[in-house]
């Protein structure tokens, strides 16, 4: 019956060679992580966000093309928005403690899985998730877009070539912009690092109903942190109660009004690209130090 | 007696055990992240971003949920409802509910030309004709007073659109046709048109609309002869009619020697 | 003297209790050896420190003190478990994983990877009998075939060292006798096996040592048959013994001083009663 062990008694152990650092076992873990949430069928939310930017539609059809394409650019981008965030924080609440309530931790890190790949493949998983998810959004995004652009192209009429021209290019410019991409990006690193935040969150908490209602909370702290900094740095009239209250706020929570400047570039404005690099970069090591401190606190904890 | 080589690791590196450590390294993030973002939303403020008026004023205005959604990333969507809601406003002639609308959703979205633009139509054409027209109100003055406040309104909102959108060829455009046909106002007109035209995304016909509200404008016809004059031999794309006529008033106006015109309306005439 | 299997040396852990003064001290100053190649059952009753002390072992929890080894290597250090596999008790897997797929992800967690380890999880599939189940979802998986994957995945780096914790829990008669067969043959091909079990009878039919955890300490630990035999006492078992021949061992006995302590008709275990009718017994 053993005839597939054909390791005899004395031998040296093991079919494998441990690796103290092995991408091989974090990819392992990610797609099993993107394997599960996928499985959850999470991506049904798509459908949702389908009906929602072609639903829009029907809030303003008395509506100019333009004001049309404003609206469709406001509801895709803000949906995507959400979606994003709902997604990152809910997949990712229930990851460490489903693990631990039905022992497959365990068995995962009862083999040669150092603690930290194990966090950074679940955290790897969501990010991957959040990308696929991203970009099939943009990608129905865009494609409603192209074909209402097309529409409205084709609606123009008969008129004087060069008159035709500056019509399509008025269209043209209501629609697409490179910024939009960059909107899109910042999107998602938003929602990244409110996963990488939830998965800290997840280290320590006792429950996944408490990792998602502290991740809501510093979600909607984060979107006034500017104004606590601003606030606690500049006013002198603020008192020391305050003051210190305002600090707090100020050092623990990321400030999300970084990421928001979508609305901006969904209404037409053009985002320098050395805005993009110093936003993207900031949100790049949000999602590390989080992680970091995930891992520390993952670390120490008694399974 | 704790035992060190259980105490966790990166790498061979021992790491601290207990939970402060997280903490402090949480603050000591937090502290050298503070100026950098401080830095940073101070450029993005520069670069003409997050401009969107997010105060108690707006909380007045908007309502807790509206705003607590526009805090929250979530302030294009919200622009968009009032936009919305102010166009069922229009359906109902509700001019005052309008404005309100109109100066939440442009507080929101101050980016947005889009709103600018059309919060000004409906204001300096819609709502003053229809304030002239308002046969509620029985005394033509208080009509036209009326027509005027609203026009102004209109006025207000393309200015404070290209304060906020400084480089928007639009909006000054948009302007030119205000004082040109609510004002009639030949001389605002021709300063608007001309800082349109100054602009790169300004079309073609601002150069020239600049020329004619030049020209009426008393003591610059000369200038704007120069213009016009210019533009004609600059292509034969710019020998519109509307530029034929203005360059032939304005040499007769400004007695230009038959030699020196570029443009003869009837050379049969002038032959004989 | 070749190295251990296990080796625990003054282990102690306490829990502290949040916003309270006292401790749980789970255990307290064990110490043990688990020799290679020897079925070790670990025994107790709840709350005496098993799962604690399996924990510990295998790295999922730190001591408070002391030390615990694998082969001579530190616990602590992940490198250990490349020569462990683990068993928990109840297991759960990923559900939306099929059995396959699952021996598969733990195999990848070990090192194994391509044609190989998809041999190793067609071998794995076929030792514990869910060939046939391999393209089910975990979660359609009964108990018993919940445990058998689980001994599937345990197996998969072909680890020196197994841990099983409750391995016949909840898995019927038939089920239960074969793991307990393939227990025994891994202990035949040099396998270490550290059990844990509440079912004292299978426990004694396959280990060599035992140790008996009690309020966290160890209170009898040694060779099994050791510990449970009556040296006062001699069992004889007669088969086609006429009462006559009886009459006169009675009476043997009496005269050289012994006292029969009991006389009574050598019973099948109801196991191998219950397989014999259900024809599972071969």
Known sequence: MLDVFLTPMSAAPSATRHKLFSPARIWALASNTLLELVRLKVFYFLLLFALLIIGSSAFVVKFSFQEQFQVLKDVALGAMSIFTWLLAVLSTALLLPKDIEERTLYTILAKPVPRCEYLLGKLLGVLTLLFLATSLMSFLFVGVLYYREQGAIASLGDMPPDEFAAAVAAVKASTFSPSLIQGIVFIYLKA???????????????????????SVVVYFIGHVQAL?????????????????????????????????????????????????????????????????????????KEL | MPNEKMKPRIGNAVVIRHPSFV??????????????????TREQLAAGLRKGQLDLEMRQQVGQLAFVAALSGFRAIVADGFWIHAQTAWERVDWARMKLDFDIVTSLQPRCVLFWEMSAWHMSHNASVAA????????????????REFIATGEKYLLDGIANNPGNARLYDMLGMLYRDKMEDHCKASWAYFQAAALPTAPMYVHRFAAYELAQCPGHEREAYEILRALYLKSEDEHLPTLLKWLDRLQQKLSIPPAERVYNPDPEKSAR | MPTPAISIQNLTKVFPIPFRREKVVAVKDLSLNVEAGHVYGLLGPNGS???????????????????????????????????????????YFYKFLTGEETLLFYGKLCGLRGAKLKERAKELLHLVGLESAAARRIGGYSKGMLQRIGLAQALVQEPRLLVLDEPTAGVDPAGSREIRDLILAFKQRGITVLLCSHLLSQVQEICDRIGILHEGRLVREGALADLISIDTQTEIVLENATPQFLDQLRAAAARGGAKIVEERKPQRTLERYFLEVTGGGE
Not at chain 1, 195 to 214: E, G, K, R
């Open chain 1, 228 to 300: 606590a900094r601003d606030y606690w740095l500049r006013d002198a009239t603020v008192g020391p109660l305050t003051k210190i209250f305002l600090a707090f706020v100020s050092l623990v929570f990321p400030d999300l009004q970084l990421f928001n400047v979508v609305d901006d570039i969904a209404a037409g404005a053009a985002l320098p690209m050395a805005i993009f690099l110093k936003t993207s970069a900031l949100g790049v090591i949000y999602i590390a130090v989080y992680f970091l401190a995930g891992y520390f606190l993952f670390q120490n």
């Open chain 2, 23 to 40: 903490v402090l390294l949480l603050l000591a993030f937090g502290a050298a992240k503070l100026l950098p973002e401080a830095a940073l």
């Open chain 1, 192 to 214: 990244a690092l409110c996963a990488s935040l939830t998965l800290l969150l997840s280290t320590f908490a006792s429950t996944t109903i408490f990792t998602i209602m502290v």
């Open chain 2, 132 to 147: 002239l027209e308002n046969r509620a109100q029985p005394r033509a003055a208080l009509r036209v007073r009326a027509a």
């Open chain 3, 49 to 91: 420190g098993k799962s604690t002390t399996m924990k510990i072992v295998l790295g999922l929890v730190s001591p408070t003190a002391g030390k615990t080894e694998i082969f001579g290597r530190d616990s602590a250090e992940v490198e250990s478990r490349e020569d462990v596999g683990f068993l928990p008790e109840s297991p």
